[in-house]
């Protein structure tokens, strides 16, 4: 998932400043923000991390990632295709 995160954050970016070094920038600190929640959770929040709340946070992203499929990019896919009539 990481390859289309980065194109959906570089390339509005890229055609609205035409800079790619400006898009590359941006799009690196987009990147970088979930290594350090990463770091930050595991330093200030050692033992209140459990195995449950990662599977919980993980089947939480899961819904919210079917949600989005399913409800706006794969609408969108349809309309655009000409396959809505």
């Given at each position: ?7 959906a954050v570089a390339l509005p970016i ?20 979930e290594p350090v929640a990463v770091i ?21 992203v899961a819904g919210i990632m079917a ?19």
């Amino acid at each position: 998932h990481n390859i289309p995160e980065g194109v959906a954050v570089a390339l509005p970016i890229y055609f609205a400043t035409k800079s790619r070094w400006e898009a590359l920038k941006i799009t690196t600190l987009s990147g970088l923000a979930e290594p350090v929640a990463v770091i930050f959770a595991a330093v200030f929040f050692p033992s209140s991390i459990s195995q449950n709340l990662v599977d919980e946070m993980l089947a939480g992203v899961a819904g919210i990632m079917a949600f989005l499929v399913f409800c706006e990019l794969l609408p969108l896919a349809v309309k655009h295709a000409g396959w809505d009539q």
